[in-house]
């Protein structure tokens, strides 16, 4: 009974010990500088996002990914740039007549449906409203994540690098129609210079420091919303900890 107790006890201390590393002792820290940072790194107002054809009709056809994944790893990126506010750009292709309705996981942060740019071309940047609207933010840098990797997202990183953008694109937001089509998309658009990225790292990088608390409870929701594993493991810490703070730890 005695050791039952002593490893209660530890567990106790463990879980204790990992709230206060994420949420007390980074609460404060004067050795942090963000002008440290890699010029590379992204940041909440250096970049537009493109949302490209999140939708039902593209969705099926979709083979390089799980679907589940894919909304997942699409409302981690979407939830991440209205927190941040990062501008953002929503796009649909023949959405009334044939691909249908964006992914709830967008229009969750995005709800205003008269901001989307429905086209009929299948490169956005072919469509005069889209690079209008980029150009609008005054950003040079560019984030892209859609359906499908080989055409609507291959298609467009070329054409703005092409025009002189820096292009990123989230690779587990987007899917290809096989396995070989989503790898070959990605290789071609490494080949001409674009960044390959994930949901995750894409939120991340824009938070980067736990002693950001402002922004602390909603990145961690977030995760726990859509981050699979990792928000599974933040919401097993703060559960375990009320728990045991109530006693649940004695039997």
Known sequence: MTQIKFKMKTIKL????????????????????PSLA?????????????????????????QSIDIQTLRNNTGLVAGAAKLFNVPTIVTTVAEKSFSGPLFPEISEYFG????????????????????KAVKKTGKKRIVLAGLWTEVCITLPALSAIEDGYEVYFITDACGGVSKEAHDMAVARM??????????MQYLLELHRDWARAGKYVAVTNLAKKYGGAYGLGIDYISTMKGWIKEGGDKH
Not at 16 to 33: E, G, K
Not at 44 to 50: P, R
Not at 190 to 199: E, K, W
């Open 38 to 62: 890699g010029s590379q790194l992204l940041d909440a107002d250096d970049h537009s996002l493109i949302l490209i054809d999140h939708e039902g009709q593209m969705a099926f056809a979709v």
């Open 112 to 131: 205003d449906m008269s901001q989307y740019i429905d086209r009929t071309t299948m490169n956005c940047w072919e469509d005069k409203r889209i690079v």
């Open 14 to 33: 463990t879980f204790v010990f990992i709230l206060a590393l994420t949420m007390n002792i980074f609460a404060q820290n004067p050795n942090n500088d």
């Open 190 to 199: 490494i080949q001409a210079g674009a960044v390959p990225i994930t949901s």
